[in-house]
């Protein structure tokens, strides 16, 4: 079954203002990563979170890890119109070598 | 410059048609998987090769058949197209299959299958 679900589906906000998305997983993870999708084009790699990490930073972007709840969110500070994207959260469970990806958050950021 | 480069861009076909989607790397990355996007933007893996080799086999009906030259291509190959095909394919590669390794994706391929 799917691994990732991500909270919240869609979210609106204006430039400038900060964007929050989470994502839940089922079981235990080596890693968590996150990508970014715009419009019609192939996801792009933000930033990977290991499970015996707390949190990281890049950028704009601030990533954490809860492995006693099984979540992790993704903070973009200071968002702008170009930001406009889906967010995908992806984990590689132990032992299993591939990716399962969450639902997406379709973030829209307004001028 | 491309890293990942997948052709055609778009597909469209009938029912019934056998299809192919071509994938190349230029990274010098061991690995490299297909992946299919559905319309609710839902991304499931469907294979994985390492070094031209079969690793994952995602339950995939075996009117798709990858095939990988060289390390550096993995082609798709799609049989007997049906409805359900429509969606988004996607090749990706990463430097090995191991854990913890960040995946480079291609722009897609848009399949209708009408």
Same mark, same amino acid.
């Given at each position: 079954?799917?691994?990732?679900?991500?909270?919240?589906?869609?979210?609106?906000?204006?430039?400038?203002? @900060?964007?929050?998305? @989470?994502?839940?997983?089922?079981?235990?993870?080596?890693?968590?990563?996150?990508?970014?999708?715009?419009?019609?084009?192939?996801?792009?790699?933000?930033?990977?979170?290991?499970? @015996?990490?707390?949190?990281?930073?890049?950028?704009?972007?601030?990533?954490?890890?809860?492995?006693?709840?099984?979540?992790?969110?993704?903070?973009?500070?200071?968002?702008?119109?170009?930001?406009?994207?889906?967010?995908?959260?992806?984990?590689?469970?132990?032992?299993?070598?591939?990716?399962?990806?969450?639902?997406?958050?379709?973030?829209?950021?307004?001028? | 410059?491309?890293?990942?480069?997948?052709?055609?861009?778009?597909?469209?076909?009938?029912?019934?048609?056998?299809?192919?989607?071509?994938?190349?790397?230029?990274?010098?990355?061991?690995?490299?998987?297909?992946?299919?996007?559905?319309?609710?933007?839902?991304?499931?893996?469907?294979?994985?090769?390492?070094?031209?080799?079969?690793?994952?086999?995602?339950?995939?009906?075996?009117?798709?058949?990858?095939?990988?030259?060289?390390?550096?291509?993995?082609?798709?190959?799609?049989?007997?197209?049906?409805?359900?095909?429509?969606?988004?394919?996607?090749?990706?590669?990463?430097?090995?299959?191991?854990?913890?390794?960040?995946?480079?994706?291609?722009?897609?391929?848009?399949?209708?299958?009408?």
């Amino acid at each position: 079954s799917q691994q990732g679900e991500e909270d919240p589906q869609a979210l609106s906000i204006q430039e400038g203002e @900060n964007a929050t998305m @989470n994502c839940s997983y089922k079981t235990s993870i080596n890693n968590l990563q996150w990508y970014r999708q715009n419009s019609g084009r192939g996801l792009v790699h933000l930033i990977l979170i290991r499970s @015996n990490e707390r949190e990281k930073h890049s950028g704009r972007l601030r990533v954490t890890l809860d492995t006693s709840k099984k979540s992790s969110s993704l903070l973009i500070t200071a968002s702008r119109a170009a930001d406009t994207a889906s967010y995908f959260c992806a984990t590689d469970r132990s032992g299993f070598q591939k990716l399962v990806f969450g639902t997406g958050t379709r973030l829209l950021v307004s001028p | 410059d491309t890293a990942v480069s997948q052709t055609p861009k778009y597909l469209v076909t009938q029912m019934g048609n056998d299809k192919s989607i071509k994938c190349e790397q230029n990274l010098g990355h061991d690995t490299m998987y297909w992946y299919k996007q559905d319309s609710k933007k839902f991304l499931k893996i469907m294979f994985s090769y390492n070094n031209k080799e079969l690793i994952i086999n995602e339950t995939v009906p075996n009117r798709f058949s990858p095939k990988s030259p060289d390390k550096a291509h993995l082609n798709l190959h799609i049989n007997s197209l049906e409805l359900g095909d429509s969606a988004v394919y996607f090749c990706a590669s990463s430097q090995d299959p191991g854990t913890g390794r960040e995946q480079y994706f291609g722009p897609g391929t848009r399949l209708t299958v009408t």
